[in-house]
């Protein structure tokens, strides 16, 4: 059973518009969520995270967005440029019991196109 | 270098071989961890160690086995491997903090494993 859900494998935007990218999760014991990037070949980085105290957290060309009730998370990346192709993973932590385990989405495969 | 590194990128082996992935980080962050990653089911936790000599089981630990000697290295060792092994294995770091920390994770590059 997926705590945490990216429900679209993949997504094409142009250059310069809007991506956004979904994150759906089920536990509401979640309590901190993340994003992170990966090109091939590469090992994750992180890009942004947002605690569950907030409902929006910006870093330059990036916005997480959560909805809290409706459990559901979002990542703006505004404008999209070409080096922003990657694969996006959204993750989530709950603090309780302090094991600083991840609980991973499948991910996104970003695409943008000049 | 500073960071977090594994070694060896690539490896091929044969079923039933015993394997050692290296993982070494220079931060001296408290939390380690392995990850496989595989199409169709994004990152799944192998093990994972809280500090020097303490580890505790993943998502996927059957066939994996971990130890931690130093705060610094984390090495995941397949003991008979399989083909169902075959897979890119990520190792990570993070931080020790309080009770509202990033529990951010740093990764290495990723060792891309064959098994034959």
Not at chain 1, 24 to 51: Q, R, V
Request: glycine content about 6%; charged content about 20%.
């Amino acid at each position: 059973d997926q705590q945490v859900k990216q429900n679209s494998p993949s997504l094409s935007v142009q250059e310069g518009r809007i991506s956004i990218l979904n994150c759906d999760y089920t536990n509401s014991m979640f309590d901190y969520f993340l994003w992170y990037k990966k090109y091939p070949a590469e090992g994750p980085t992180f890009l942004i995270s947002i605690s569950s105290i907030k409902d929006k957290n910006e870093d330059g060309r990036f916005t997480v967005f959560l909805n809290k009730s409706a459990k559901h998370l979002s990542l703006h990346i505004v404008p999209s440029q070409p080096g922003d192709s990657a694969v996006y993973f959204c993750a989530a932590s709950a603090n309780a019991g302090n094991n600083r385990k991840l609980i991973w989405g499948l991910g996104t495969s970003l695409a943008v196109n000049p | 270098d500073a960071g977090i590194t594994q070694s060896p990128r690539y490896k091929i082996t044969e079923t039933g071989r015993q394997v050692t992935l290296m993982c070494h980080q220079t931060w001296s962050h408290s939390y380690m961890f392995w990850y496989r990653q595989d199409l169709g089911h994004g990152l799944r936790l192998i093990y994972y160690s809280a500090a020097a000599d303490i580890t505790d089981k993943g998502e996927v630990p059957d066939g994996y086995v971990v130890s931690r000697s130093k705060t610094e290295n984390f090495p995941l060792t397949l003991e008979s491997a399989t083909r169902s092994q075959t897979s890119v294995y990520f190792c990570a770091s993070s931080d020790r903090s309080g009770p509202l920390a990033k529990n951010i994770q740093y990764f290495g590059a990723g060792t891309r494993l064959s098994v034959l």
